[in-house]
């Protein structure tokens, strides 16, 4: 069975720091372009940070970049996201997804295979 599983999502204090991670069961993710996805209550979902196979090429989103970090490790089959200097707008449902292409899209519809998502909740 294809399955994405993530985890690592929590409580944390404004400025702190946290890791989620995003491990494939039934398939490999060599091939495979994996996006980080995050949907807050009442938003639209949006991408976070997006990376390719073998070239690993990324996107960040604007409100992300400099403060989060995708890693993949295909050796693991999984892909992490560093998020640092983390604020209360961060808060949302995260969830990995799994496009069956080599390169990574933006677009939430263009991804093949989600996860169930880990909530993080940035508070103090």
């Known amino acids: 069975q294809l399955q994405l599983v993530e985890s690592g999502g929590g409580l944390v204090q404004p400025g702190g720091s946290l890791t989620l991670t995003c491990v494939a069961s039934?398939?490999?993710?060599?091939?495979?372009?994996i996006g980080w996805f995050r949907q807050a209550p009442g938003k639209e979902r949006e991408a976070v940070s997006c990376v390719s196979a073998y070239d690993g090429s990324t996107y960040y989103s604007a409100s992300v970049k400099g403060r989060f970090l995708i890693s993949r490790d295909d050796f693991k089959n999984a892909v992490y996201l560093y998020m640092s200097g983390l604020a209360p707008e961060d808060t949302a449902v995260y969830y990995c997804?799994?496009?069956?292409?080599?390169?990574?899209?933006?677009?939430?519809?263009?991804?093949?295979?989600w996860g169930q998502g880990t909530q993080v909740n940035v508070s103090s």
């Open positions: 997804a799994l496009r069956f292409q080599f390169s990574y899209a933006t677009n939430s519809a263009e991804y093949d295979l």
């Open positions: 039934g398939f490999t993710l060599d091939d495979y372009a």
